[in-house]
């Protein structure tokens, strides 16, 4: 062992992370530290260990429902496939076990947004999904809340100890955010129950995420990269996967990702289709994701809710003509005005997050920064004080446009206007979720960004919102009417799933979910 190691410290028996004698440090009860190493670039490399967020804390954490809600229950939803499964009503009717309809009342969440009504059938009669919700809608509550019921339902033993861990649910994330907050709605679901909960992903340290999976694992949040790395390890099998989920499956395979998702599906360890199930989610799926996706699903059914691909009717956007020479001073006149409330701004270069961070704290503005190359802790600490108030003001690049959760944040701005309207719409999202009014501002650089005028028009025109003239303009003569019809480009693409109409056995269930008057937290 290194401890006994002639060149090693002259064989103290100390734990290696707090000092004191009497244990090793996989049994250490003090937290666990960060250290800093030399990497093989010679630079120095931080060793980082996070910290886990409380009970109470992740009770508290989730968006209160805004005084829109009351519309969610309006929003059109259309399920395709063979043998199409009813949608709940409620919480109580859906046949959740009683602990976690707890853990849903302790969360404060009275009514199931539109996705949970179609989609928790879905999963409970174990079909596997392909699911398109809008951002903010709670399809992260979808899928856990079926899944850990069917495991609880299926008598699973206790997490115990082993060096290699088979977990009978895998969530693969394409963000280290994500996959935490993901971790995070697991632990609040499962509370007090037999199951476990793991997440695995960069940046940290590899010994500390190990051992916790030794532990014992019944569900694994991972990013790809890493969950890789535990199997090519041995210290994860997929050989009890009952449910794979894919979240955020169309950002996973944009992002290059397609040929990890097929090393894990063609793993000799995972379950055949039909065997383990498998639920893919994300706001959209066009055709192209669709044909690839299609290869890792078995008779799926295909869920759409609401209209995807556009912005939340919830958020006022505006647009802001501004060169780029005048947009530090143009940022300032509107945090300004905005007098300190949450405000995210998003930029598309890295060194500019930095570079406007710094600048606004100098001129008097709490401000902090992530992005994708700082520190796994310097991320997570400037996720914290932004989440917390401590720096009212977050400037991003895209690895926080999608998925996140944040409380409160009032304002998004986009100092930089990204290239794909879909990043657009994603962004704007972080704010106005789940009824709750919030504000989208974007400067507009004429030319920088007219490529985008004539999506933004199709943005603005379907949330039934002012268009500047110079966005008309820059347009020029593109079609400006609400395009795409009720579920845009995101329809089932499977033959006599996909056209929405006509009769037989194919139909699709297309409804719009019941009326209900309910407030609630979506966290």
Not at 15 to 35: D, I, Y
Not at 198 to 218: D, F
Request: overall charge negative.
């Amino acid at each position: 062992m290194s401890r006994d190691c002639p060149q090693g410290g002259g064989g103290s028996r100390a734990c290696f992370n707090c000092g004191e004698e009497g244990h090793q440090s996989r049994e250490c009860p003090n937290p666990a530290k960060t250290r800093t190493t030399v990497g093989e670039d010679g630079k120095p490399r931080e060793i980082y260990v996070p910290t886990e967020s409380g009970e109470d804390a992740l009770y508290k954490d989730g968006i209160s429902s805004g005084i829109n809600f009351s519309k969610y229950q309006h929003i059109p939803c259309r399920v395709t496939g063979n043998n199409i499964c009813e949608p709940i009503s409620s919480f109580e009717q859906s046949g959740l076990r009683p602990i976690l309809l707890e853990n849903i009342k302790r969360s404060g969440y009275t009514t199931p947004t539109p996705v949970q009504k179609y989609a928790i059938p879905i999963v409970m009669n174990n079909r596997d999904l392909m699911a398109c919700a809008q951002t903010g809608s709670g399809k992260t509550a979808a899928f856990l809340l079926p899944v850990i019921h069917s495991l609880l339902e299926q008598n699973v033993a206790a997490a115990s100890y082993s060096s290699c861990q088979e977990p009978a649910c895998v969530v693969v994330s394409p963000t280290r955010e994500l996959a935490m907050q993901i971790y995070n709605e697991a632990r609040k679901f499962s509370n007090t129950s037999v199951i476990r909960a793991v997440v695995a992903y960069g940046g940290t340290s590899v010994n500390h995420q190990s051992n916790m999976l030794q532990k014992g694992c019944h569900i694994l949040v991972a990013t790809p990269g890493r969950l890789l790395d535990f199997v090519e390890k041995g210290k994860v099998s997929f050989g009890q996967c009952k449910y794979f989920v894919l979240d955020e499956a169309d950002r996973m395979l944009d992002m290059g990702f397609q040929g990890d998702i097929d090393r894990m599906i063609n793993h000799p360890s995972m379950p055949p289709k039909g065997t383990r199930h498998t639920l893919m989610f994300s706001a959209t799926f066009p055709e192209q994701i669709q044909r690839l996706a299609a290869n890792y699903l078995n008779e799926y059914l295909f869920l759409t809710v609401g209209l995807v691909g556009a912005a939340s009717t919830d958020v006022t956007q505006s647009f802001l003509e501004v060169g780029h020479r005048e947009k530090r001073d143009k940022l300032e006149s509107v945090l300004r005005d905005i007098g300190g409330e949450k405000t995210l701004v998003f930029v598309e270069a890295k060194r500019v997050a930095d570079f406007i961070a710094s600048h606004l704290c100098q001129a008097g503005f709490p401000t902090t920064s992530i992005h994708g190359d700082r520190l796994q802790r310097e991320r997570e600490e400037a996720l914290a004080d932004f989440k917390y108030g401590k720096t009212p003001t977050l400037i991003a690049t895209s690895v926080a446009s999608r998925g996140l959760d944040i409380k409160g944040v009032a304002c998004v701005v986009n100092y930089d206007l990204p290239k794909a309207i879909d990043d657009y719409v994603h962004r704007i999202g972080r704010t106005g979720r789940v009824g709750n009014t919030g504000k989208a501002i974007s400067f507009y650089d004429c030319d920088r960004d007219s490529g985008l005028a004539g999506d933004l028009v199709k943005i603005l025109s379907e949330a039934q919102q002012e268009v500047p003239d110079f966005l008309q303009r820059d347009a020029g003569s593109a079609d400006f009417g609400g395009g795409g019809g009720m579920f845009g480009g995101n329809r089932d693409i499977r033959r006599g799933f996909g056209g929405g109409s006509g009769g037989g056995d194919n139909q699709g269930y297309n409804q719009s979910a019941p009326t209900q008057e309910a407030e609630e937290d979506w966290g």
